[in-house]
């Protein structure tokens, strides 16, 4: 039996109806987002002077200490110069470390 033959024994010749999922939309880019982003506003927190410590990224983005971390990794990856020091309160602080013209960092020790 061929599969056409199975299809009109079983009486399927009719279309299948639409599966009701949605097709994503093309937006139009403005350049600009209403909200930044989780990884934008920890950018801007890690690009402070001081830095930021775990609990400051974490009241921003709502993440995990885990999420934090592997955050913080990505941010590496991406040849991004993270600096770990000890904050006045005494807990860890992390910050981006500014990159002179010529290319290199400041940071002589303390990168992670």
Excluded at 43 to 49: H, T
Excluded at 86 to 106: F, H, L, N, Q, V
């Amino acid at each position: 039996m061929t599969k056409n033959e199975t299809q009109s024994s079983r009486g399927n010749t009719e279309p299948k109806p639409a599966t009701g999922k949605r097709v994503p939309s093309i937006r139009k880019s403005s350049g600009a987002r209403a909200t930044p982003t989780k990884l934008t506003q920890a950018a801007q927190l890690l690009s402070r002077a001081g830095g930021a410590t775990m609990a400051e990224l974490g009241t921003a983005s709502g993440w995990q200490p885990h999420s934090i971390r592997a955050m913080l990794s990505g941010r590496r990856k991406k040849s991004v110069v993270l600096v770990k020091e000890t904050c006045k309160s005494g807990d860890c602080c992390y910050r981006i470390e500014p990159e002179r013209a010529d290319g290199a960092s400041d940071a002589s020790d303390g990168r992670f």
